[in-house]
T-cell receptor, first 112, second 115 residues
């Protein structure tokens, strides 16, 4: 059974700092991995999708990497801003009729 | 990118009444949609998988007679909470998978409060 773990559970940083969020998964046979952010009381916003054949994806100040062999992904946020404060979720999809499996998230607070 | 629209964003209803939540894929067809429930400060919990033209598949422990799902078209799935009670108060979110490069796409969620 696929399990996804996110470390740390919470992170508080000053504005401007570069930071890394970690995600690990137990079964490396994934179809893709997706990073989301969730603001309080809101739905999920997709940040980056990494397909199994890819090693990284970039969007603006965000960069996500994927190492299937070690079962790890990292989300790098450059020059963090208070608006980045949210819960970041990592999820893996194994394809076919398998369900999306989520980690419990990292709650990020960026202090002005 | 792909967009999933969910309506209403919040609803308050009296105990014993039913509430319908709509989930629409705006720019793609979704033969399958997913319904989640989220309690405060907890992770998303998959409730059911909605299949166009056929019965929904419910996760273990989810009462299918309480949470009625209808997926009548390739762009619309509805979740009806029947005979709602205060313990049904929660945040409900729908999702669909249009495929790469979009990945899973989520609606904005519905906050249900049963009084």
């Amino acid at each position: 059974k696929q399990e996804v773990t996110q470390i740390p559970a919470a992170l508080s940083v000053p504005e401007g700092e570069n930071l890394v969020l970690n995600c690990s998964f137990t079964d490396s046979a994934i179809y893709n991995l997706q990073w989301f952010r969730q603001d309080p009381g809101k739905g999920l916003t997709s940040l980056l999708l990494i397909q199994s054949s890819q090693r990284e994806q970039t969007s603006g100040r965000l960069n996500a990497s994927l190492d299937k062999s070690s079962g790890r992904s990292t989300l790098y946020i450059a020059a963090s801003q208070p608006g980045d404060s949210a819960t970041y979720l990592c999820a893996v999809y194994q394809g076919g009729s398998e369900k999306l499996v989520f980690g419990k998230g990292t709650k990020l607070t960026v202090n002005p | 990118g792909a967009v999933v629209s969910q309506h209403p964003s919040w609803v308050i209803c009296k105990s014993g009444t039913s509430v319908k939540i709509e989930c629409r894929s705006l720019d793609f067809q979704a033969t399958t949609m997913f319904w989640y429930r989220q309690f405060p400060k907890q992770s998303l919990m998959l409730m059911a998988t909605s299949n166009e033209g056929s019965k929904a598949t419910y996760e273990q422990g989810v009462e299918k007679d309480k949470f009625l799902i209808n997926h009548a078209s390739l762009t619309l799935s509805t979740l009806t909470v029947t005979s709602a009670h205060p313990e049904d108060s929660s945040f409900y979110i729908c999702s669909a998978y249009p495929g790469p490069p979009d990945g899973y796409t989520f609606g904005s969620g519905t906050r249900l409060t049963v009084v």
